[in-house]
């Protein structure tokens, strides 16, 4: 069975589909049941449900020193 993605608050991830601005990297601003996502271009926000975040996650680009 594989193991599931962890992902912590301030990750820097990439999605499968770019944002309108041109930008593909997000930053994780919440973890929980919903992820909210900062785009690292334009500051817009995003929220979405883990099931969704996850299917739509292609790669952690940069993983947080945070506890």
Do not use: Q
């Amino acid at each position: 069975m594989p193991e599931p993605l962890v992902y912590k608050l301030n990750d820097i991830v990439e999605m499968k589909k770019p944002h309108a601005c041109g930008a593909n990297a997000w930053k994780v601003t919440r973890v929980g049941a919903d992820i909210k996502l900062s785009c690292t271009n334009c500051g817009r926000g995003i929220m979405m449900p883990r099931f969704d975040f996850n299917k739509r996650l292609k790669k952690i680009l940069v993983v947080s020193e945070t506890n």
